[in-house]
């Protein structure tokens, strides 16, 4: 069965600061992973991808995440954080194409000036 | 133009009520489905459809019933409601691997 593990429920930055948001993944079949934001009150809007093309993965908004199958992680990050990226992150697998993903239990992520 | 689209977007019932939560996506997915976020936020799904035909039915009560008349359509009928039914509905459509989700509805049962 496939699963992901969000590693801290709340992370807390100064604007400016480094973001890094854990996940790890459980998978016996090489996965597809997802990172998702959601704002207050909003449905989910997909930040990057990985579909085994790249390891390292771009997003948007300045966000991006390497995949590193020898430690089954889909770290994220971003380099400078921004008061506007205050929300909560999940990140997702599934199996393949037309199959469910499967969410992380979220990560809150405050931005503080 | 909006891709997933949900009605209502706030939904507010009695106890053993009977509702429904519509959904409709103009993308030409053939997969669509229904995730349910709770208090604490995490999500879960509960149905997959692909081209009208049910693939996905997590452990979820009887009383919820999706309905899919077309494929570009996902409807979620809930009978007799309970509180513990008050959660966000999310419906999604895919395309590949990539889901794209509707802005939720907030079923309030009270």
């Known amino acids: 069965a496939q699963s992901v593990t969000q590693l801290g429920s709340h992370v807390s930055v100064s604007e400016g600061a480094l973001v890094l948001l854990r996940c790890n993944y459980s998978?016996?079949?090489?996965?597809?992973l997802f990172w998702y934001v959601q704002y207050p009150n909003q449905g989910l809007q997909l930040l990057l991808k990985?579909?085994?093309?790249?390891?390292l993965v771009k997003g948007i908004n300045g966000f991006e995440a390497e995949f590193k199958k020898s430690e089954t992680s889909f770290h994220l990050t971003k380099p400078s954080a921004h008061m506007s990226d205050a929300a909560e992150y999940f990140c997702?697998?599934?199996?393949?194409?037309?199959?469910?993903?499967?969410f992380g239990k979220g990560t809150t992520l405050s931005v503080s000036s | 133009d909006t891709a997933v689209s949900q009605t209502p977007k706030y939904l507010v019932t009695q106890m053993g009520n009977d509702k429904s939560i519509k959904c409709e996506q103009n993308l030409g997915h053939d997969t669509m489905y229904w995730y349910k976020q709770d208090s604490k936020k995490f999500l879960k799904i509960m149905f997959s459809y692909n081209n009208k035909e049910l693939i996905i039915n997590e452990t979820v009560p009887n009383r919820f019933s999706p309905k899919s008349p077309d494929k570009a359509h996902l409807n979620l009928h809930i009978n007799s409601l309970e509180l513990g039914d008050s959660a966000v509905y999310f419906c999604?459509?895919?395309?590949?691997?990539?889901?794209?989700f509707g802005q939720g509805t907030r079923l309030t049962v009270v």
């Open positions: 998978s016996s079949v090489p996965p597809y």
């Open positions: 997702a697998v599934t199996k393949g194409a037309g199959t469910a993903l499967i």
């Open positions: 999604a459509s895919s395309i590949e691997t990539e889901a794209f």
């Open positions: 990985y579909t085994s093309a790249a390891t």
